[in-house]
């Protein structure tokens, strides 16, 4: 069965500080993975990755895949209060539907 | 405008009643699902249509059904409620056809169900 499996659960920081969130799949005949911010209500879509060593960037968040290593790490810079969030990873393969981890909770403290 | 819009946000109910969340998009995608998050956040995919077409039925009990009048609405029905019905339900929908790689997906705010 598809897999997704997200370190760490959860993360305390101080603002300024720069963090990584990792998420590793084991996913047959995979097609892409996505990480999503879910602050109260409904995920937001942040990156989708198909292709190994392409980052992605949007701002201070940056995303990166390992096809090889089958794993995916998020990265935020300059963490900010407004980063407090939970953070899913999540990855198609040929099932076609999109598998969760369990997220990363992260709470940036002033 | 809302673009994944479901109702109701909040649902209480009892045990053994039978209710029902809709969900509506007018983002002209084709492929609509329901997922269930428990208290823990986990996010887990119940049912995906695909141009009013079932393609994704996980191991649900069948007190669940879904029902899809059109490509933009997929509406979820849950019969005889029970204690660990009780979470947050998303609808969300993406633009991709049967078989090719999946776009991404837009979440609706949530129906949170608390059965009591």
């Known amino acids: 069965e598809d897999k997704v499996v997200q370190s760490p659960l959860s993360l305390v920081v101080h603002e300024g500080d720069t963090v990584t969130l990792n998420c590793s799949y084991e996913?047959?005949?995979?097609?892409?993975l996505l990480w999503y911010k879910q602050e109260k209500k409904a995920p937001t879509f942040l990156f989708m990755l198909?292709?190994?060593?392409i980052e992605k960037k949007s701002g201070r968040l940056s995303s990166i895949l390992d096809k090889k290593e089958l794993f995916s790490i998020l990265n935020i810079t300059a963490t900010q209060t407004g980063d407090s969030a939970v953070y899913l990873c999540a990855s198609q393969g040929g099932s076609e539907k999109l598998v969760f981890g369990k997220g990363t909770k992260l709470t940036v403290n002033p | 405008d809302t673009a994944v819009s479901q109702t109701p946000k909040y649902l209480v109910t009892q045990m053994g009643n039978d209710k029902s969340i809709k969900c509506e998009q007018n983002l002209g995608h084709d492929t609509m699902y329901w997922y269930k998050q428990d208290s823990k956040k986990f996010l887990k995919i119940m049912f995906s249509y695909n141009n009013k077409e079932l393609i994704i039925n996980e191991t649900v009990p069948n007190r669940f059904s879904p029902k899809s009048p059109d490509k933009a609405h997929l509406n979820l029905h849950i019969n005889s409620l029970e204690l660990g019905d009780s979470a947050v339900y998303f609808c969300a929908s993406s633009h991709r056809s049967k078989g090719a790689t999946n776009e991404k997906l837009f979440f609706g705010s949530g129906t949170q169900l608390s059965v009591l």
């Open positions: 198909t292709s190994s060593g």
């Open positions: 996913v047959t005949n995979f097609r892409s």
